[in-house]
């Protein structure tokens, strides 16, 4: 997330953390020209998909090691975390629900789902959004009704939708197809760039497992798709055929 190089990061575990003391702790890494890269990188101005996102400067790597120095911070500071206008913050809070969820049992993990489902107005860019989904709906709703992610798929919310398509990322690679290409096949018709490139980021990690199975959705679909969705997922195609279902002569 931009140019500079990460600072050290020093953190003792602690389960007094508040989210006071985390968001001085990410002031601390913050950097101005890092963040103002990556507001242009992330489309934060006005009538962009992340209009009005505050960035630190802070990357990935740096806010993972911190997330999991913070491991023990209580449920409500990390809610509070996610309601952070900054970026990164909200990012450090869904790692600590994504490591609180893997090692929690049934219970735990439905109020994190839960808790999840109920904050996606926090969860609002694609990045946010792809780290964390599969791992807490998908995860949850593998071996439960999926008729969640069906409702998320025709929300009037843009993360929304794309969390309904990346969340089957889970199901994928426990070798199953049939939510990710019905939902896929939901999300025709939507207008957004980010929902063509997510559909089609799934549909290409179908085709890794099954070709077949993603052939047969896109000779049914191919035609109206959406042109981002088809080039995505026909990405890995053999360039014979990938130019065939380009040029609509499949």
């Known amino acids: 997330m931009g140019p500079a190089c990460p600072?050290?990061?020093?953190?003792?575990?602690?389960?007094?953390m508040t989210?006071?003391?985390?968001?001085?702790?990410l002031e601390e890494l913050s950097d101005q020209d890092a963040a103002l890269f990556a507001q242009r990188f992330f489309k934060t101005g006005q009538g962009q998909y992340g209009e009005g996102d505050l960035f630190r400067g802070i990357r990935v790597p740096v806010l993972r090691k911190l997330a999991s120095s913070f491991e023990e911070t209580p449920q409500q500071e990390?809610?509070?975390?996610?309601?952070?206008?900054y970026h990164e913050d909200r990012l450090v809070a869904l790692l600590l629900l994504m490591q609180r969820f893997s090692?929690?049992?049934?219970?735990?993990r439905e109020k994190i789902y839960e808790l999840y489902l109920a904050n996606t107005r926090f969860i609002n860019n694609w990045d946010l959004v792809d780290i964390s989904c599969p791992h807490i709906v998908g995860r949850f709703l593998f071996e439960r009704p999926r008729?969640?992610?069906y409702t998320l798929a025709v929300s009037s919310d843009l993360w929304e939708r794309r969390i309904a398509?990346?969340?089957?990322?889970?199901?994928?690679?426990?070798?199953?197809f049939d939510d990710t290409l019905a939902i896929a096949g939901e999300l025709l018709e939507n207008r957004e760039d980010l929902i063509h490139k997510a559909a089609g980021w799934m549909?290409?990690?179908v085709g890794k497992r099954?070709?077949?199975a993603e052939e047969r959705f896109l000779l049914q679909h191919y035609r109206r798709m959406p042109r981002t969705m088809l080039r995505y997922a026909i990405e890995r195609f053999p360039e014979e055929k990938r130019l065939l279902f380009l040029r609509g002569e499949v």
């Not at 600072?7 to 007094?16: E, I, L, M, P, Q």
């Open 7 to 16: 600072k050290s990061v020093t953190v003792k575990r602690n389960a007094d």
């Open 19 to 25: 989210a006071e003391k985390i968001r001085s702790k």
């Open 78 to 85: 990390v809610l509070e975390l996610l309601h952070s206008p």
């Open 103 to 108: 090692g929690a049992e049934q219970v735990g």
């Open 147 to 149: 008729s969640p992610l």
């Open 165 to 176: 398509i990346i969340s089957t990322f889970y199901f994928i690679r426990q070798g199953e």
């Open 203 to 205: 549909l290409r990690e």
């Open 210 to 212: 099954d070709m077949a």
